[in-house]
C-alpha cells in the first residue's frame, strides 16, 4: 500500500501516525508540509476528500489562528497557504482516503 503523510517531524502525534503507516509495511512518502506547503488548491482537495471543513484543519494552538476565529474556508485556505503552520497536522493520503491524524489511530482507518 503507498501513503502520503504531510509530516511535521517536530510533532509527536505526527510521528506516531508515520510510525503506524510504516508498521503496517506502507510505502510512505513524507511531505514535510512546513518546507514545501500544499496549495491552496491541494489543501482544499485534501479536506474535501477527508470529509471535513478548512476550519476543522486549521491548527488553533498557533497565535497566527487566533485572528481567523470568525473567518470563512476560503479566508481560512488562505491563510494555511501564506502560513503553513496553521495546518492541523498529520494529514494522511492513501487510495481508502485521507484523514487527519489525530489521534494517531485514526491513520489506521485508512490501511
Known sequence: ???????NPRC????EALAILRDAGAEVT???YLKT????????????????TAREGLRMAEDAAKPLKGADDDT???AMA????????????????VRLG?????VAELL
Open 37 to 52: 506547503p500544499p496549495s491552496r488548491e491541494t489543501l482544499a482537495d485534501l479536506y474535501q476528500r477527508a470529509g471535513m
Open 30 to 32: 513524507v511531505i514535510e
Open 12 to 15: 509527536s502525534k505526527s510521528r
Open 102 to 106: 489525530r489521534p494517531p489511530e485514526k
Open 82 to 97: 501564506a502560513n503553513p503552520i496553521l495546518i492541523e497536522r498529520p494529514l494522511v493520503v492513501t487510495e481508502r482516503g
Open 1 to 7: 500500500m503507498k501513503a502520503t503523510i504531510y509530516h
Open 76 to 78: 481560512i485556505l488562505d
